[in-house]
């Protein structure tokens, strides 16, 4: 099988309100791309990683007017994808839903949110103390994950939770004081909304549960400087990097930066930085697994046009991927 996270730069303004794919020469939210230019690249993209499962970060909106599932399945039709049928969870206010697109013909699905007192519902709220005040906060997702009940064609279980975690940028920030209030109030949410996360995460690993965790964590080991005021990352929070061998989730990327920082990191982003006239790659996309999961020697590939030697050398293939998204396609492929 092959499962693949992908963020999909404002996906939903490839759509209009019909759930009908835009292909034409309006303007899309991506600098000096047509919605025409971003579908094609998209479709592209999407047939070129051929994946049984796809969770599509950034998905269509879902509103009382709108169908994230409808315009994704629309869009697999559009350019004959064989993942024909979508799966969206708790619709946010964003217009940008995580859904998984997927084969019926290879695994079926159903959202299957979870709840308890240390986790509850992704779309509830969750109490800690952000700021160590001795008060109690109110934490939320934006965009709650998508918990999915996943069953292959030969039977075999596995569940599979979605995220887009809060990003850390100081948006809207006044001078450099303020960007470093905001940053730091960021961090204490996202890192919450980790935690939040990962106890739900334990909940299956000690049910026995296999379980991959895939989608966008706006994080990374030793990603910012804010990182050493709260001693890790989101992402090694949700690996659950102090615990048992058993309770560990496994990402070969996460991995290779936090035994070897200093050394090549692999990255899923590429950002353009307007005031440095540059562009900024950053590893910001994860597909983590559960011992069980990790045991079946899967593989790991990151559709990075720059990086990776195929997408290089297949010159539609790499103009697609620069064109569609300033997130690039991972992959997993294992045998269930």
Not at 201 to 211: F, R, S, Y
Not at 225 to 237: A, Q
């Amino acid at each position: 099988m092959r499962i693949a996270t992908y963020n999909v730069e404002w996906f939903s303004y490839l759509f209009d309100d019909r759930n009908e794919l835009v292909h034409d020469d309006s303007w899309s939210s991506r600098h000096n791309v047509t919605k025409a230019m971003q579908a094609q690249a998209l479709g592209l993209i999407f047939q070129a990683i051929d994946a049984d499962a796809i969770m599509v970060i950034e998905a269509p909106d879902s509103s009382p007017t709108r169908s994230g599932r409808v315009a994704l399945e629309n869009f697999a039709e559009h350019f004959g994808l064989r993942t024909t049928a979508a799966l969206v969870g708790f619709a946010n206010e964003t217009q940008q839903e995580i859904a998984l697109l997927y084969d019926p013909a290879i695994v079926s699905a159903r959202h299957d949110p979870g709840h308890s007192d240390t986790a509850p519902r992704f779309d509830s709220t969750f109490r800690m103390d952000l700021d160590i005040d001795a008060k109690m906060d109110d934490v939320v997702f934006s965009k709650p994950p998508l918990e999915v009940a996943l069953t292959t064609a030969s039977g075999f279980e596995l569940r599979m939770i979605g995220a887009h975690l809060k990003s850390k940028a100081p948006h809207g920030a006044k001078g450099d004081a303020d960007a470093m209030r905001i940053s730091i109030a960021n961090r204490r949410k996202q890192l919450a909304q980790c935690i939040w996360l990962r106890s739900r995460v334990e909940e299956h690993l000690t049910a026995g549960d296999p379980i991959i965790v895939l989608g966008d964590f706006n994080d990374g080991p030793g990603l910012d400087s804010y990182e050493k005021l709260f001693g890790r990352s989101g992402v090694e929070i949700v690996l659950g990097r102090s615990g048992e061998p058993e309770q560990l989730l496994f990402d070969p990327h996460a991995e290779a930066v936090m035994t070897q920082p200093f050394g090549a990191r692999p990255t899923t982003s590429r950002f353009y930085v307007r005031p440095e006239k540059r562009y900024l790659n950053a590893l910001l996309d994860y597909i983590m697994v559960s011992p069980d999961l990790a045991a079946k020697s899967p593989k790991w590939h990151i559709w990075h046009p720059f990086d990776d030697p195929e997408c290089w050398n297949a010159p539609e293939l790499r103009d697609a991927l620069l064109m569609a998204s300033d997130h690039f396609p991972v992959t997993l492929d294992i045998d269930l």
